[in-house]
T-cell receptor, first 114, second 111 residues
Framework: NAGVTQTPKFRILKIGQSMTLQCTQD?????MYWYRQDPGMGLKLIYY???????DKGEVPNGYNVSRSTTEDFPLRLELAAPSQTSVYFC?????????????FGPGTRLTVL | GESVGLHLPTLSVQEGDNSIINCAYS??????FIWYKQESGKGPQFIID?????DKRQGQRVTVLLNKTVKHLSLQIAATQPGDSAVYFC??????????FGTGTRLKVLA
């Protein structure tokens, strides 16, 4: 198993540009999550999904959108990039809900918005 | 060149010594706790977990202690090795879809 994979590893965007961060897991996990990690801060939940076709907002959803058309894929869309979105983004997945299962994280995407 | 880990508290330990990393959690209703290890340039990696009905759990070279009275969690690493150098952080959840993550402690292992 490759686990959770993310692309790209690095990206530089200009203000106002758009991009999609890709996330794929091959563990047949039902639950998938997107987090951002800022310097000196804990991971913040952006969006999560409990299964294909079902998504919901986390703590910091503004400026982002997601979709979950398959079990494997959970892309994160930035429509109008802003400097405040400069961060490291992690995708994670788990088989069961958080209180009963740990999450497995991808390697991250480092995004810089200039 | 890591943006993760700037301004984190640092614990420096001699190779072979035991390490103790602490975490104060925020929600008295949290019932599941996890320790993660994050190496430079990588995603968080699961180390060990514990449920609120336990106060101690042991893994391979790691032990987690939970003190619900003072909302405190600790991670003990026995015979610390150079490969243990990383940022360690705790996470708590109360059964919702949300984890609350700590900011982390950087562990440096001195040869």
């Amino acid at each position: 198993n490759a686990g959770v994979t993310q692309t790209p590893k690095f990206r530089i965007l200009k203000i106002g540009q758009s991009m999609t961060l890709q996330c794929t897991q091959d563990m047949n996990h039902n639950y998938m999550y997107w987090y951002r990690q800022d310097p000196g801060m804990g991971l913040k939940l952006i969006y999560y999904s409990v299964g294909a076709g079902i998504t919901d907002k986390g703590e910091v959803p503004n400026g982002y959108n997601v979709s979950r058309s398959t079990t494997e894929d959970f892309p994160l869309r930035l429509e109008l990039a802003a400097p405040s979105q400069t961060s490291v983004y992690f995708c994670a997945s788990s088989y069961r809900r958080p209180s009963t299962d740990t999450q497995y994280f991808g390697p991250g995407t480092r995004l810089t918005v200039l | 060149g890591e943006s993760v880990g700037l301004h984190l508290p640092t614990l420096s330990v001699q190779e072979g010594d035991n390490s103790i990393i602490n975490c104060a959690y925020s929600n008295s209703a949290s019932d599941y706790f996890i320790w993660y290890k994050q190496e430079s340039g990588k995603g968080p990696q699961f180390i060990i977990d514990i449920r609120s009905n336990m106060d101690k759990r042991q893994g391979q070279r790691v032990t987690v202690l939970l003190n619900k009275t003072v909302k405190h969690l600790s991670l003990q690493i026995a015979a610390t090795q150079p490969g243990d150098s990383a940022v360690y952080f705790c996470a708590e959840t109360s059964g919702t879809y949300k984890y609350i993550f700590g900011t982390g402690t950087r562990l440096k292992v001195l040869a």
